[in-house]
């Protein structure tokens, strides 16, 4: 190199510097400043749906907290997995994002072909909520505890119909996980949503459910069913009376509807950060917590990195009770 090309040299290395730190400065800046415009979270059910709820409780408060409309967007369909791979192929800037529930972790093995891997394609932000499944049962059914439930099928085998909210919900593999650790002859009869199946088990067409607390909730209390068992590790604050099933003998039974917050792979560590602070926050106002209970939900705070985890466990623990149920969809 010649005298004359050095400084010709430092000088373009000096603006390509410059041009660099420049880029990175303006991307911290974006970040710090995120979010400045309406962000979209998008919930794979229909409105209306506990689902749904939940993330307009949670909707509502991420814009109070961080000052831009957080505005829920739902796309039904295929489980939520429609959804679910609108989310993963979205920009990973945080406008963009997914309110994931318990289905999508059972669906990594109830679908043949999954577009997503939820392990992969996503940034686990937090945690929301946690609704439990209420073991409730047809009033006429000769019955007054899980134990005697678990005689009646066995004295009357193939008599029994358990109902769900459709294949592959965490209410029909609560069912199927009942099926199995009991060895029951009964057939799950599942409906297009929680509401019908309700309405069937209340008529008689079927015996049993393991339903999301707040759709049977009123209904137990109404004397139109009988609920039996909880099917969380702990009892719910909203039913303090009803026991666990782990408590009546039924090891390692940990079944809930889940709710959180999730966005592309790539977004990024600043806006997840700055999302599960706001979420963390939420949980801790009054006025939330009494949303919670009135739906019989939980709250229940995490780190992105815990929720991470949470969701992992999901997806391996669910992998052996949908395969041993023979469910499956192309």
């Not at 967007?73 to 295929?78: R, S, V």
Request: proline share 6%.
């Amino acid at each position: 190199m010649t005298k004359c090309q050095k400084p010709r040299f430092i000088r373009h290395a000096v603006t390509l510097l410059a041009g660099v730190f420049g880029s990175l400065a303006i991307a911290a800046s974006a970040h710090a400043d995120y979010p400045d415009k309406p962000v979209n979270i998008v919930v794979g059910f229909s409105a209306g749906g506990t689902t749904d709820v939940v993330a307009r409780i949670m909707a509502k408060e991420l814009t109070q907290e961080l000052g831009q409309t957080f505005v829920v967007e739902n796309k039904p369909g295929a489980g939520s997995n429609i959804a679910t791979d609108y989310v993963r192929r979205a920009k990973p800037d945080g406008y963009t994002l997914l309110f994931v529930a318990v289905t999508s972790a059972i669906n990594q093995t109830l679908y043949r072909n999954v577009s997503f891997d939820l392990t992969k394609d996503f940034e686990a932000v937090a945690l929301g909520a946690k609704v439990p499944n209420i073991l409730v049962v047809n009033p006429g059914v000769p019955v007054n505890s899980v134990q005697e439930l678990v005689e009646y099928g066995k004295a009357n085998p193939g008599v029994l119909a358990f109902a769900s909210s459709g294949s592959g919900t965490s209410i029909h593999m609560a069912g199927e996980l009942f099926k199995m650790r009991t060895g029951l002859d009964v057939l799950h009869v599942p409906y297009k949503g929680s509401a019908p199946a309700v309405t069937d088990l209340i008529g008689g067409q079927v015996q049993f459910m393991f339903d999301n607390m707040p759709a049977s909730w009123p209904h137990v209390k109404g004397g139109k069913l009988k609920a039996l068992a909880v099917t969380t590790a702990n009892r719910s604050p909203s039913a303090p009376d009803l026991p666990t099933m782990q408590e009546l003998g039924f090891e390692n039974f940990d079944v809930s509807s889940w709710f959180g917050l999730i966005a592309p792979a790539g977004t990024p560590r600043e806006v997840i950060e700055k999302l599960n602070a706001a979420m963390v926050k939420a949980q801790d106002n009054p006025e939330v917590k009494k949303a919670f209970e009135s739906l019989g939900a939980v709250g229940e705070k995490t780190t992105p990195e815990e929720f991470a985890a949470f969701i992992k466990s999901e997806v391996e623990s669910w992998a052996p009770v949908v395969k041993g149920s023979g469910a499956q969809v192309d």
